[in-house]
C-alpha cells in the first residue's frame, strides 16, 4: 500500500508540474463574464450550459464577436435586410440574415438554416477564427480548424471531453475575445471596445484580466519550447479505502516532502523526465522511495523500487491533443487559460515581477467531463463513478529582470471520491490531498537537455498488469481479473 501512496503522490505532483491548471466547476464564470458585456444571455435559471449550442445560438453570437448586433437588428427591423429561411426564429431573423447575406454563414437548404440544429465545434471554431479575421479555404481549411486554432490560442477543451456543449461555446468565446485578430494590431474584446460594440467599462474586469495574461505569458515565453526545475513540496494526503469483502479496509493519514526535478522540452516533440523522491511519514512509521518517469516517443517509462515498467500512451490518450493542451499552456499563446482564471495581479518585489493568479471553478468541471468520458469505456460489468474536486486553487510566478521565469509556486487542495462495483464485490475509495510547492528554474528552452536510461529491461504493461499497480494489496486488486 505504501508504494501505491508514493506512486499516488507522484502523479499529482507530474499534475502541478506540468502546470495544469487546478480550480473547479464548469464555465459559469466564464458565461457571467461574457452576459456583463453582452455576449451571452441565460433567463432565470441560467445559461444552460450543460447542453449543446444549436446553430441559431452560434449565429447570434458570431454576429455579436463581429460587433453588429446593433446594425443586424436595425437593417432587418427596417426591410432592408432579409432571409428566405422558414425555421428561424425573430430572435435569431436579424442575426442569420446578417451573416448569409455576407456569405460567412449558410443554410441547410435553399428555405431552411438549420436552427435548431446542434452547433458543432467544428462550426463554431469556424465561426470564431472568421471573427478574428481568417478565412477558410484561403487562411485554413474547415476540416483542419480546429487544429488552426489551437495555434491562435482558441482551445476546443470538448475534443478531450468528446461533446461540444454551450459550456464550451463559453469558453471558446472567452478565449477568442483574449486573441489577437489576424492583423496582429490588437485583440478581439479591444477591437470591440474601440468600434463601440463592447461598454469598456462593463468589459473592463475581462480586459484586466486579459491583458494581465497576456503580460505574464510574454514574459514566461521562454519557458514554451523547455522547462527544468527543481521541485520541493509538501503535501498532506488523507486515504481511506474499503470494500465490501473487507479485503481492504485503511484510514490512513501521512504527510510526505516530495524533492526532485521535472524537465519537459516541447520542441517538436514531446519529452519528459521526472524523478521524485518521496519521503512519507504516517504516524510511527516512515518510507523513503524515489520514483522516476520518462516520456519518450509516445511511451511513458516507470521505475519506482525494484520495479521497472513501460506503457504505450497512444493507448491512454491521443498524444497530438496532449500535445496541443500542452502547448497552450505553456505560454505560447496568450487565451487558451483564460476561461480558468478568477483573477490575475502583478506587483514589483525588487528587480522582480510576481504575478499572482486564483482560480475558477473550470477545472472540476472539465475533469469531471474528462473522467465520465474514460469511464464509458470500462467494461459493463464495471461500475465506477469518480468525483474530482479542488477547495483552493493559488499560483504564483516570479519574472526576473531579463524577462524570464525565475520561480513559480503553487498552493492547492483536491479531493477525489470513488465507488467502484462489479456486482459482487464494491470498493470505497476517498483521497484528500493538500500541497504547497516551489519550483525554481534551472534552465529554460534550448537549454534544457534530457539524458535518457538504457529502457531494454523496463517490463510492457498490458491491461491486467495496469490492473494490480501497487501489488497484491493495491487498491485496484479486488477487480484485476474484471480489468483485464
Same mark, same amino acid.
Given at each position: ?8 503522490? &507522484? ?17 459559469? #464564470? ?5 452576459? %456583463? ?29 463581429? !460587433?453588429?448586433?446593433?446594425?443586424? /437588428?436595425?437593417?432587418?427591423? @427596417? ?25 460567412? %454563414? ?26 478574428? !479575421? ?21 482551445? #476546443? ?18 478565449? %477568442?475575445?483574449?486573441?489577437?485578430? /489576424? ?15 463592447? @461598454? ?25 519550447? +523547455? ?70 516517443? +509516445? ?22 491533443? *496532449? ?26 518585489? !525588487? ?58 509556486? *503553487? ?13 459482487? @464485490? ?27 536510461? @538504457?529502457? &531494454? ?19 485496484? &486488486? ?5 480489468? %483485464?
Amino acid at each position: 500500500m505504501k508504494r501505491f501512496c508514493s506512486l499516488l503522490l &507522484s502523479v499529482f505532483l507530474l499534475t502541478a508540474s506540468l502546470g495544469v491548471q487546478v480550480s473547479a466547476a464548469s464555465y459559469e #464564470d466564464a458565461a457571467k463574464d461574457l452576459a %456583463a458585456i453582452g455576449m451571452m444571455k441565460g433567463d432565470a435559471s441560467g445559461f444552460a450550459l450543460d447542453r449543446a449550442p444549436t446553430r441559431a445560438e452560434a449565429a447570434i453570437m458570431l454576429v455579436r464577436l463581429f !460587433g453588429a448586433e446593433d446594425e443586424a /437588428k436595425a437593417a432587418y427591423a @427596417d426591410g432592408t435586410l432579409t432571409h428566405g429561411f422558414t425555421d428561424v426564429s425573430d430572435t435569431a431573423a436579424p442575426h442569420v440574415a446578417w451573416l448569409t447575406v455576407r456569405g460567412i %454563414a449558410n443554410g441547410t437548404s435553399a428555405t431552411t438554416f438549420g436552427a435548431s440544429n446542434p452547433c458543432t465545434s467544428q462550426m463554431y471554431t469556424t465561426f470564431l477564427l472568421r471573427a478574428l !479575421g481568417y478565412q477558410d479555404k484561403t487562411d485554413f481549411e474547415y476540416a483542419d480548424a480546429q487544429a488552426f486554432a489551437m495555434t491562435k490560442g482558441i482551445l #476546443d477543451f470538448s475534443a478531450i471531453t468528446g461533446e461540444f456543449l454551450r459550456d464550451d461555446l463559453a469558453a471558446m468565446t472567452y478565449q %477568442a475575445l483574449g486573441t489577437d485578430l /489576424k492583423d496582429g494590431s490588437t485583440y478581439l474584446l479591444d477591437s470591440l471596445i474601440r468600434s463601440g460594440a463592447v @461598454d469598456a467599462e462593463a468589459a473592463k474586469p475581462m480586459t484586466d484580466k486579459i491583458e494581465a495574461c497576456r503580460a505574464l505569458q510574454a514574459s514566461s515565453m521562454s519557458a514554451s519550447q +523547455g522547462l527544468d526545475t527543481a521541485v520541493d513540496a509538501k503535501m498532506g494526503i488523507g486515504i481511506s479505502m474499503k470494500s465490501t469483502d473487507n479485503s481492504v479496509n485503511m484510514d490512513e493519514k501521512m504527510e510526505a516532502v516530495v524533492k526532485g526535478n521535472v524537465k519537459v522540452i516541447l520542441d517538436k516533440d514531446f519529452q519528459m523526465a521526472m524523478d521524485m523522491t518521496v519521503d512519507m511519514k504516517s504516524g510511527d512509521e516512515s518510507e523513503s522511495q524515489k520514483v522516476e518517469y520518462w516520456l519518450k516517443d +509516445g511511451v511513458m517509462y516507470v521505475r519506482a523500487g525494484d520495479e521497472a515498467y513501460q506503457m504505450p500512451m497512444g493507448s491512454q490518450m491521443d498524444m497530438e491533443t *496532449l500535445m496541443a493542451l500542452i502547448e497552450q499552456t505553456s505560454g505560447k499563446t496568450s487565451a487558451a487559460m483564460l476561461p480558468f482564471i478568477d483573477t490575475i495581479t502583478s506587483k514589483t518585489s !525588487g528587480d522582480n515581477t510576481v504575478y499572482t493568479l486564483t482560480l475558477n471553478d473550470a477545472f472540476t468541471g472539465l475533469m469531471n467531463r474528462l473522467l465520465g468520458q474514460i469511464l464509458n469505456l470500462m467494461p459493463a460489468s464495471l461500475d465506477v463513478d469518480v468525483k474530482f474536486s479542488v477547495d483552493k486553487g493559488e499560483i504564483t510566478y516570479t519574472i526576473g529582470k531579463d524577462g524570464n521565469l525565475k520561480d513559480a509556486a *503553487l498552493q492547492v487542495e483536491l479531493k477525489a471520491d470513488v465507488q467502484a462495483a462489479d456486482g459482487k @464485490d464494491s470498493l470505497t475509495v476517498n483521497v484528500v490531498l493538500g500541497m504547497d510547492m516551489t519550483m525554481k528554474v534551472n534552465a529554460l528552452g534550448k537549454d534544457v537537455k534530457i539524458t535518457y536510461p @538504457d529502457f &531494454s529491461g523496463f517490463e510492457k504493461l498490458e491491461n491486467e498488469a495496469l490492473a494490480s499497480i501497487g501489488g497484491a494489496d493495491g487498491p485496484t &486488486s479486488i477487480f484485476a481479473a474484471k480489468i %483485464a
